[in-house]
């Protein structure tokens, strides 16, 4: 099975940055796509960005200009750089793993048991 676990969420003020990590082990290939996903109360799984095994990007248009995903050459481990962070940012991030260069949550096999990040104005 593939073990994601997430790191570096926290509190920061509205502006601020923060770096989420996501290191994977296990059964975990390569030519996985690396995703991340956030979800606040009482909402559903949110698309923030995906980053394929040849580091194709795509973000979602409320994140652009703003997030910046990356990986290691090994591809084991994804990070979601956050800047200019928002009140609406607000979430539990999670990390996820697929086959596909999908954005949505159905596309990804095994997510880690995410970070929160709380962004306050």
């Known amino acids: 099975q593939v073990q994601l676990v997430e790191s570096g969420g926290g509190l920061v003020q509205a502006g601020g940055s923060l770096r989420l990590s996501c290191a994977a082990s296990g059964q975990f290939s390569s030519t996985y796509t690396m995703g991340w996903f956030r979800q606040a109360p009482g909402k559903g799984r949110e698309f923030v960005s995906r980053?394929?095994?040849?580091?194709?990007?795509y973000y979602a248009d409320s994140v652009k200009g703003r997030f910046a995903i990356t990986r290691n050459n090994p591809g084991n481990m994804v990070y979601l750089q956050m800047n200019s962070l928002k009140p609406e940012d607000t979430a539990i991030y999670y990390c996820?793993?697929?086959?596909?260069?999908?954005?949505?949550?159905?596309?990804?096999?095994?997510w880690g048991q995410g970070t929160q990040v709380t962004v306050s104005s």
């Open positions: 980053i394929t095994s040849g580091r194709n990007t």
């Open positions: 996820a793993a697929g086959l596909s260069a999908a954005t949505t949550p159905n596309e990804y096999n095994s």
